[in-house]
């Protein structure tokens, strides 16, 4: 067997498996030699393009060998010196060394934003069954959750935790190789292989990794080429017992044009939803910041009651309350004033009237029956006995306080009553907030009810 033999089948395997199979696997292998013993080695580019050769089309082409050179009884597939070479060299051949994955840095991943680490990030209620499942992937170990799936809305810390659990695979095991990146990247990545006609270095990549991280995976949604690779991927990951970590901006199941295949693999691991926040959490969040920035800005001083109002105010999206707390150091300390009220309706005017939920008397109304355990009908109705007086009061105060409606308005929308009536249930409200704690708790707990 030889050189010119080789050569002389390949138009004979091209059309036997086609161009596209051809180009992609066959054209890329050289011809090597062959040995007293039958054994005709071809050079791969890679071993993993070796093995799949061999899994797929080395039946075939052993028997197109076998028509031009009857003694071959074996094909090997060696991403090594050549037999040739081996033969011409004066000192025996080494062996073959299997390749070796690429390092982390060699990786097409995303950069991790130093900032994003578990001592940073704040742990609430809405979001410590996430952080709990986020630090025991981080310690690495034997898989236990695979995939974990982390989904939530915008703003609520999907990608902070993923940055963490990278940054804490890393530094207790520099040998990992972690790969994060987004699901557009991984996306690009695939386009720029088939362009490139690179699938084989493409699959080896992203198959070699120790730990595969890919944030915002709805976008692969509707991109047929991109699911079959993303599960084929996964797939693989998944038999070497390597861990995978997936963040979505909603559950499996919700995201529309999404393979049925690739949702029940999403749905086989430990899926973790990241709630809204509540006061608590953004109010730690913002004392967390704070603490930050008076290194930065010594001089400045904070006035009490400003992080609980913005805590309070800006309640769906953490980036956005960050953000404005950075704006607010920044505009204190170019006009050289305190953070104080004043300053926040200076500088945060169109953040606060963005943030502004628009709460109707009608969720008010619900959200008070519903809290009290009385029907609808009667919080709004005639009667005046106590156990409807006082919810409807503390509906018609919350409706003051949550929404832009006229005291008249509001009457009308209580069963036609007198804006007085609305005036004096909201007084006496206010009243018994400052007598009556279980009162004060009731509407308290029913505020952050709606403002959620």
């Known amino acids: 067997m030889t050189k010119e033999q080789w050569g002389a089948l390949q138009e004979q395997i091209c059309n036997t498996i086609g161009e596209n199979n051809y180009k992609t696997w066959i054209q890329p292998l050289s011809f090597a030699g062959m040995s007293d013993k039958g054994v005709v080695t071809l050079q791969a580019p890679t071993s993993f393009f070796g093995s799949y050769v061999s899994q797929n089309f080395g039946d075939m082409l052993l028997a197109q060998l076998s028509t031009v050179a009857p003694t071959v009884r074996r094909i090997s597939y060696d991403v090594g010196q050549s037999v040739e ?60 959750f695979n995939p974990l799936f982390l989904y939530g809305g915008v703003g609520l810390g999907k990608t902070h935790l993923m940055h963490a659990i990278a940054h804490e695979l890393s530094a207790r095991n520099p040998h990992l190789t972690v790969l994060y990146l987004s699901a557009e990247q991984f996306m690009y990545r695939f386009v720029q292989a088939l362009r490139e006609r690179k ?99 010594p001089s400045l001083s904070i006035d009490e009651g400003v992080l609980e109002f913005l805590a309070h105010r800006i309640s769906t999206n953490v980036r956005v309350l960050e953000g404005a707390l950075t704006r607010l150091f920044a505009f204190a300390s170019l006009v050289g004033k305190p953070i104080n009220m004043d300053l ?68 009308r929308r209580f069963g036609g009553r007198d804006h007085t009536t609305v005036m004096h249930g909201v007084r006496r409200i206010e009243e018994l907030r400052l007598q009556d704690g279980q009162i004060d708790e009731d509407v308290e707990l029913l505020r952050r009810a709606l403002e959620a």
């Open 85 to 144: 070479a081996a033969n011409q060299s004066k000192e025996p051949a080494k062996p073959v060394e299997p390749a070796v994955a690429a390092a982390p840095k060699d990786l097409p991943g995303a950069p991790l934003d130093n900032r994003f680490t578990f001592d940073t990030f704040v742990v609430g209620k809405p979001n410590e069954l996430a952080h709990a499942a986020a630090k025991r992937v981080a310690e690495g170990g034997p898989v236990t």
């Open 344 to 411: 926040v309706q200076d500088s945060l005017s169109d953040v606060l009237r963005a943030s502004e939920r628009k709460i109707s008397i009608d969720e008010i109304q619900r959200k008070v029956a519903e809290h009290y355990n009385i029907r609808l009908s009667d919080m709004i109705g005639p009667k005046r006995v106590r156990t409807f007086a006082r919810p409807r009061q503390v509906a018609m105060y919350l409706c003051k306080q949550l929404t832009s409606r006229s005291l008249p308005e509001i009457g």
């Open 199 to 297: 699938m084989m270095d493409f699959k080896e990549m992203f198959r070699s990794v120790d730990v595969l991280m890919v944030d915002d995976v709805q976008f692969i949604a509707g991109k047929d080429s991109t699911q079959e690779e993303f599960f084929h991927t996964f797939n693989a990951l998944v038999d070497q017992n390597k861990q995978i970590i997936i963040s979505a901006d909603r559950a499996p199941d919700e995201i529309k044009d999404l393979e049925n295949r690739i949702r029940s693999r999403l749905q086989s691991g430990l899926v973790v939803d990241l709630h809204p926040t509540d006061y608590e959490l953004r109010l730690g969040i913002l004392q967390t910041k704070v603490e930050t920035y008076r290194a930065m800005y």
